[in-house]
């Protein structure tokens, strides 16, 4: 898995996170903003780990 701080921002993170939380599914994350079904899931452990 790649390092998040390497690709993605904060702001992108708090969108996919914030994206799933409103009922965004994966899929739709991915064509929204660009982003693998790996870099979702490393969004996720990486807001686990910090606050936002």
């Known amino acids: ?3 998040v701080t ?3 921002g904060v ?3 708090t ?3 914030g994206g ?6 994966i899929e739709e994350i991915m064509r929204e903003y660009e982003v693998t079904e790996e870099d979702i899931w490393a969004a996720l452990n990486y807001a ?3 606050e936002l």
């Not at 799933?20 to 599914?25: D, E, H, N, P």
Request: proline fraction near 0%; charge should be positive; hydrophobic fraction near 50%.
């Open 15 to 17: 969108r996919i996170v």
């Open 20 to 25: 799933l939380a409103g009922g965004m599914t």
């Open 48 to 50: 686990t780990d910090k």
């Open 11 to 13: 702001v992108t993170i």
């Open 6 to 8: 390497n690709w993605i």
């Open 1 to 3: 898995m790649r390092q």
